[in-house]
């Protein structure tokens, strides 16, 4: 049996698009592929630095 998850998390990872998900529609490896892909999404954007403003913070008042 092959590993949907596995697949959408390296899916995410080459650039492949959510919306192309090879699996048909209301299937358990659907929603497996894109449980891996939204996790591999989350993890990537918890990597990614956050802009600077250059603002400083606003005393509380």
Not at 35 to 59: I, N, Q, V, Y
């Amino acid at each position: 049996m092959n590993d949907a998850y596995a697949e959408g998390r390296a899916a995410f990872q080459s650039g492949v698009k959510l919306e192309n998900n090879p699996y048909a529609e209301n299937t358990e490896q659907r929603k497996r592929w894109e449980e891996g892909w939204e996790e591999a999404m989350m993890e990537s954007d918890l990597k990614r630095p956050t802009p600077c403003t250059g603002e400083r913070p606003r005393p509380a008042t």
